[in-house]
């Protein structure tokens, strides 16, 4: 009877340490996948428990070998779990250029990296060539046309625009052949932003006369009539950013004109009547609305007390994007900020806020980001429309050069040096960061023609007498072609190629050449 409790208290025993290890190897199992989940990874070896993050590689083109501190890992598109800290990663492929970086993995995170690899030999192919040489030429602010002007040996003088992303199954000629002109006959022109139009201004014995034209087939001269608004030879003029729009400026006027009521219109539509000794600061945006900064302070004001009106291009609808903004008069607040780094958050304006100082200078209203990019005397800011929320970019003046394609960065030039503000981030890249970054080993003083590449990673400029390409960091520089003869150059949207209009004076000819780049 002793002996069967006995075995009874063991049996027991043992069914209770079963239980509690399966209990343990159950919460242990969890935590270990948890933590495994979270980049965590034991070493037995070296008894420790290591933080790790995610490494993930997509070159373009793909694809290509991928070294990870020397160590040969395979071959791309690859994703490898590694510890924290920086890591060497370069990328290697026949034919073309190493791409190398030091990279930061963080706990817990996946890095993207998308490497741009470009051929060891970039070779011109001429896709176009006409004899004579190029008078005029220009492109359009989209980078999606070359339009320029030939004079050939005789000396006829024809016009020609050529289409840089046109579709392979477009049966088109590319380029098109668009006016010859008669005589003494002289022309300019002022393209829309999308290079599809223009305003054509024609002067001959000292008569001019303008026309809208289409820059996208062959312009039939007898069957345009002038614009006969008298403003046009009598203001300023120059697109709105939505292609349809021409504004006009005079000394007592801003004014639209509707380019597609043309030539049934007698006289544009009234935006702006000036008042004297005002200074007029205005912008329109893609979807043709106009817009007007109005000054609301007096002298006694201790800020600069600013509203945005916005208008149709019809004169009608007037509407405030900002109803008031203050901004400070007293300049002496940036010192503050340019002391105390970098990275500012946002705010609202009122009379006593300082963070808004200076007088603008300058905005660009971008509705697909649904912001304004304001330039004041002695600083930069971001407004979020929706939000009504500002925040400091740049603490000293700078000039805006551009939003990148994808509408989350915006490029502009301070005093000296290149920065990218990041307005919009991807939330499973913590390699981008809401702020502003400088972009390395370029300058203004010895860049000039920089541009975005499609894919909003890449930058492409002449440094050098060069055109070259980077990251947007300035990282893996890489010099593409001499620039010395080319007049005009552009990256195709499929980033294969380099299209350069250039003269050639072996051959007394214009050539269009494309460089295959990757």
């Known amino acids: 009877m002793e002996e069967t409790k006995k075995i009874k208290k063991e049996i027991n ?45 997509q070159t373009e083109p793909s694809p290509a070998d991928l070294y990870i501190n020397g160590d040969d890992i395979g071959r791309t598109p690859r994703s490898r779990t590694l510890d924290v800290g920086i890591n060497s990663i370069s990328i290697q492929k026949d034919g073309y250029r190493d791409w190398n970086k030091q990279v930061e993995i963080v706990e817990e995170k996946s890095t993207l990296l998308f490497p741009l690899l470009i051929l060891d030999e970039i070779t011109p192919l001429s896709v176009w060539e006409e004899k004579g040489e190029v008078e005029k030429a220009w492109i359009s602010d989209n980078e999606a046309y070359f339009i320029f002007l030939i004079k050939s040996e005789i000396g006829d003088r024809t016009l020609w625009t050529y289409r840089i992303n046109s579709p392979v199954w477009n049966l088109n000629p590319n380029p098109v052949k668009l006016l010859t002109l008669v ?87 009234l935006l702006i009547t000036k008042q004297p000794d005002t200074d007029y600061i205005w912008n329109t945006d893609e979807e043709g609305f106009f817009y007007i900064l109005e000054r609301l302070d007096t002298e006694e004001d201790s800020t600069y007390i600013y509203a945005l009106k916005q208008i149709l291009p019809n004169g009608q609808s007037p509407n405030y994007t900002i109803d008031k903004a203050y901004f400070q008069k007293e300049t002496n607040y940036i010192d503050f900020y340019r002391e105390n780094g970098d990275s500012y958050p946002e705010f609202t304006t009122s009379p006593q806020a300082t963070q808004a100082i200076g007088k603008i ?37 700078a000039e805006l050069i551009s939003f990148s394609p994808d509408s989350r960065k915006v490029l502009f030039v301070n005093d000296n040096n290149y920065y990218i503000f990041t307005l919009k981030k991807e939330d499973a890249d913590h390699t981008q960061e809401i702020g502003t970054k400088k972009v390395k080993n ?29 990251e947007k960091d300035g990282e893996n520089q890489t010099e593409l072609l001499d620039i010395d003869p080319i007049l005009l150059h552009t990256i195709r949207q499929n980033r294969e190629y380099i299209v350069t209009l250039e003269n050639n004076p072996k051959e007394a000819s214009i050539v269009i050449n494309q460089y295959r780049l990757k």
């Open 442 to 470: 370029i300058t203004k003083a010895d860049t000039n023609q920089i541009s975005w590449l499609s894919n909003s990673t890449y930058l492409y400029y002449v440094k050098d007498n060069k055109l070259q390409i980077s």
């Open 361 to 397: 200078t300058y905005f660009e209203v971008n509705q697909r980001l649904n912001g304004i990019y304001i330039q004041t005397e002695t600083s930069v800011y971001w407004y979020d429309i929706t939000r009504e929320k500002y925040r400091m970019i740049c603490t000293h003046p």
């Open 13 to 57: 025993i043992i069914s209770l340490l079963i239980s509690i290890f399966s209990v343990l190897f159950v919460v242990g199992g969890a935590l270990v996948i948890f933590y495994f989940s979270r980049g965590y990874r034991i070493s037995i070896s070296e008894k420790n428990i290591r933080k790790t993050g995610v490494l993930t590689v």
């Open 183 to 269: 005589g003494e006959q002289e022309i300019d022109l002022e393209i829309s932003h999308n290079g599809q139009k223009a305003i054509m201004t024609l002067t001959e014995e000292k008569i001019k006369n303008h026309y809208i034209v289409d820059l996208t087939a062959p312009i039939l001269l007898d069957n345009l009539e002038p614009i006969g608004i008298p403003d046009i030879t009598e203001s300023a003029y120059s697109w709105s950013r939505d292609n349809r729009h021409i504004i006009l400026e005079s000394d007592i006027e801003i004014s639209a004109i509707d380019t597609t009521l043309l030539p049934d219109v007698e006289e544009p539509s």
